[in-house]
T-cell receptor, first 113, second 112 residues
Framework: DADVTQTPRNRITKTGKRIMLECSQTKGHDRMYWYRQDPGLGLQLIYY???????NKGEISDGYSVSRQAQAKFSLSLESAIPNQTALYFCATSGSGRGYEQYFGPGTRLTVT | KQEVTQIPAALSVPEGENLVLNCSFTDSAIYNLQWFRQDPGKGLTSLLLIQSSQREQTSGRLNASLDKSSGRSTLYIAASQPGDSATYLCAVEWRSQGNLIFGKGTKLSVKP
């Protein structure tokens, strides 16, 4: 089984809908991250969490919210989806055991029509 | 502003060549630097992580070096193979932040 899993893997939704992307990890890491990737812009950090009670905004947090339900689970919500949130979304984790090397999930391809 | 730059954006080489991918970064106060590989439409695979106290790391045919004073890292790939074709991303974590800043990547194509 994969160490970092994301659900769903693909999602098509309409403008204005609320959507949640979920991330789970079995690596025992304390840190978790959400990134989005757009062609030509590279990867940008949305939110990150160093433990269950620590949530931080990244470069592009507007229009997004997160919840760290447990050490192993970190979800990303789009409260009212808009077309320019169409992108590939990645969850990542890191832990102190390997110098905070980040490990990525397989990604969720989100399309907002 | 802390930034990571990768040049060139794309590179094509014949199979068997040794090659070097470049990464430069502003601000030498880094915590670590990480190289990733990404295949089209897929997630990122961590290749090598170099901590700020290290000068290089090796894994198989890959060798990554770090020169903080000049703000540069290189990823050396020996005896390239068509299976090495992918986008290679460099990312830096600075001490003041705790999160990675990514370059835009170098798209490598190795021709048989």
């Amino acid at each position: 089984d994969a160490d970092v899993t994301q659900t769903p893997r693909n999602r098509i939704t309409k403008t204005g809908k609320r959507i949640m992307l979920e991330c789970s990890q079995t690596k025992g890491h304390d840190r978790m991250y959400w990134y989005r990737q757009d062609p030509g812009l590279g990867l940008q950090l949305i939110y990150y969490s160093f433990d269950v009670k620590d949530i931080n905004k990244g470069e592009i947090s507007d229009g997004y919210s997160v919840s760290r339900q447990a050490q192993a689970k970190f979800s990303l919500s789009l409260e009212s989806a808009i077309p320019n949130q169409t992108a590939l979304y990645f969850c990542a984790t890191s832990g102190s055991g390997r110098g905070y090397e980040q490990y990525f999930g397989p990604g969720t391809r989100l399309t907002v029509t | 502003k802390q930034e990571v730059t990768q040049i060139p954006a794309a590179l094509s080489v014949p199979e068997g060549e040794n090659l070097v991918l470049n990464c430069s970064f502003t601000d030498s106060a880094i915590y670590n630097l990480q190289w990733f590989r990404q295949d089209p439409g897929k997630g990122l695979t961590s290749l090598l992580l170099i901590q700020s106290s290290q000068r290089e790391q090796t894994s198989g045919r890959l060798n990554a070096s770090l020169d903080k004073s000049s703000g540069r890292s290189t990823l050396y790939i020996a005896a390239s193979q068509p299976g090495d074709s992918a986008t290679y991303l460099c990312a830096v974590e600075w001490r003041s932040q705790g999160n990675l800043i990514f370059g835009k990547g170098t798209k490598l194509s190795v021709k048989p």
